[in-house]
């Protein structure tokens, strides 16, 4: 049976090494996620139950953050905000981050035309803003939720398929993976043993660090109405649909701003806390 093996610089209890705002990050993104698990049960009311006599109502115990301006609740779109931004965002990060690291990771491992191959292909995409490019493939595809994920997916593969192509290209003067090839292992067998979990640990935080700046990608798209349509709550949607209360009721849009500011910032800090942590204590990982 295959192992996680790790060499550690120190003690490897984890609990204690990991930084105080990693946990704190953590905390935080355990509690969006609980809040998307059960968000049909946080509030009675639709996202989209409109009632044009409570339009802009004030906070009330029926409506604890009051009401839009079409009579909306705002908590509750809020919620089921949290539930489709980090969900979309999630989904987009575990796709980038498949199809990385197994075109970079076995580019770098096989190295010689397909390496060159891959890699001509993945500067293509690099050569362009993401947003730009994002924008291309929701013109083509169209808007909508599924659409925005697959466009914004096929605009950061590239940039995690070349990390995982030039992380693969390191390893591949380790000690242990000329063993591994000496000792008859396939070049399969040698990359999920040597390769992959190295790949999975450095990804892992790039990964953690980049899911604000997917975030802002679907709320922007939203924004400008080429991503998540009404009547879906989205934060984006949210406050492309408050920017004409900016005056009458400035309020509305500091709820779905602040949602995505203080995700992001959870992220953005978890991420920093794993490159602290893995660049400290953890110097290699392989199965054993």
Same mark, same amino acid.
């Given at each position: 049976?295959?192992?996680?093996?790790?060499?550690?610089?120190?003690?490897?209890?984890?609990?204690?090494?990991?930084?105080?705002?990693?946990?704190?990050?953590?905390?935080?993104? *355990?509690?969006?996620?609980?809040?998307?698990?059960?968000?049909?049960?946080?509030?009675?009311?639709?996202?989209?139950?409109?009632?044009?006599?409570?339009?802009?109502?004030?906070?009330?115990?029926?409506?604890?953050?009051?009401?839009?301006?079409?009579?909306?609740?705002?908590?509750?779109?809020?919620?089921?905000?949290?539930?489709?931004?980090?969900?979309?965002?999630?989904?987009?990060?575990?796709?980038?981050?498949?199809?990385?690291?197994?075109?970079?990771?076995? *580019?770098?491992?096989?190295?010689?035309?397909?390496?060159?191959?891959?890699?001509?292909?993945?500067?293509?995409?690099?050569?362009?803003?993401?947003?730009?490019?994002?924008?291309?493939?929701?013109?083509?595809?169209?808007?909508?939720?599924?659409?925005?994920?697959?466009?914004?997916?096929?605009?950061?593969? *590239?940039?995690?398929?070349?990390?995982?192509?030039?992380?693969?290209?390191?390893?591949?003067?380790?000690?242990?993976?000329?063993?591994?090839?000496?000792?008859?292992?396939?070049?399969?067998?040698?990359?999920?043993?040597?390769?992959?979990?190295?790949?999975?640990?450095?990804?892992?935080?790039?990964?953690?660090?980049?899911?604000?700046?997917?975030?802002?990608?679907?709320?922007?798209?939203?924004?400008?109405?080429?991503?998540?349509?009404?009547?879906?709550?989205?934060?984006?949607?949210?406050?492309?649909?408050?920017?004409?209360?900016?005056?009458?009721?400035?309020?509305?849009?500091?709820?779905?701003?602040?949602?995505?500011?203080?995700?992001? *910032?959870?992220?953005?800090?978890?991420?920093?806390?794993?490159?602290?942590?893995?660049?400290?204590?953890?110097?290699?990982?392989?199965?054993?």
């Amino acid at each position: 049976m295959l192992k996680l093996t790790a060499i550690y610089t120190s003690s490897p209890k984890i609990h204690k090494h990991f930084p105080l705002q990693g946990k704190i990050a953590l905390c935080g993104i *355990a509690l969006l996620l609980l809040i998307c698990a059960f968000t049909p049960l946080l509030s009675p009311y639709q996202p989209d139950m409109i009632d044009l006599s409570k339009q802009l109502a004030p906070m009330s115990k029926e409506h604890l953050l009051g009401c839009d301006h079409l009579g909306r609740d705002i908590f509750t779109r809020l919620v089921y905000g949290a539930y489709i931004s980090l969900g979309a965002s999630l989904c987009i990060i575990v796709l980038v981050v498949v199809i990385g690291i197994c075109v970079g990771g076995v *580019a770098g491992a096989l190295g010689g035309v397909w390496d060159r191959v891959i890699m001509r292909v993945c500067d293509v995409f690099l050569s362009m803003p993401t947003m730009i490019l994002a924008l291309f493939f929701v013109g083509v595809l169209g808007s909508g939720l599924w659409n925005v994920i697959i466009a914004i997916t096929l605009t950061h593969w *590239a940039f995690y398929a070349r990390i995982s192509r030039s992380l693969t290209l390191s390893l591949r003067s380790k000690e242990y993976v000329a063993i591994s090839y000496m000792q008859g292992q396939s070049f399969w067998q040698s990359f999920r043993q040597n390769f992959l979990p190295n790949l999975c640990i450095h990804i892992l935080v790039l990964a953690t660090m980049d899911i604000g700046h997917i975030m802002l990608h679907i709320a922007g798209l939203s924004f400008i109405g080429l991503g998540v349509q009404p009547p879906l709550a989205e934060w984006g949607l949210m406050l492309s649909e408050m920017k004409d209360s900016l005056y009458s009721a400035p309020h509305l849009l500091l709820y779905p701003g602040g949602a995505l500011f203080i995700t992001i *910032a959870l992220f953005s800090l978890l991420g920093e806390s794993l490159k602290r942590f893995f660049t400290t204590h953890l110097e290699d990982v392989r199965y054993g």
